[in-house]
């Protein structure tokens, strides 16, 4: 059974940093695609970042793009979304999601996700 466990979210001022993780188990990564999405109250879940499927490319919503850094690690079968100069419209709850044969910018919409993680969440206020 597929499972998706994130971790690393956190309280951080504006400016600050956070790395979140995704942990994935009973399959390997390099053959799924896996994004990152966030949902703040009141809003739409929307798509972060992801990684299509074989790892041929990597897509980021347009503001986060020059701030926000998606890499995984084959070997740990982790994923993981380095957070920088934080925002308080970042505050979100942010969730892992995985699914195979994911190609190109399709792995931006959350639509074509059937595996997902519990979500963390991420506060950014002074």
């Known amino acids: 059974q597929v499972q998706l466990v994130e971790s690393g979210g956190d309280l951080v001022q504006p400016g600050g940093s956070l790395r979140l993780s995704c942990v994935a188990s009973e399959f390997t990564l390099d053959h799924y695609a896996i994004g990152w999405f966030r949902q703040a109250p009141g809003k739409e879940r929307e798509g972060v970042s992801c990684?299509?499927?074989?790892?041929?490319?990597?897509h980021y919503k347009e503001s986060v793009k020059d701030r926000f850094t998606m890499y995984k690690d084959s070997a740990k079968n982790t994923v993981y979304l380095q957070m920088n100069s934080l925002k308080p419209e970042d505050t979100a709850v942010y969730y892992c999601?995985?699914?195979?044969?994911?190609?190109?910018?399709?792995?931006?919409?959350?639509?074509?996700?059937?595996?997902w993680g519990q979500g963390t969440q991420v506060t950014v206020s002074s």
């Open positions: 999601a995985t699914e195979p044969n994911l190609y190109g910018s399709a792995c931006m919409a959350d639509m074509f996700y059937n595996y």
């Open positions: 990684i299509s499927s074989g790892g041929d490319s990597t």
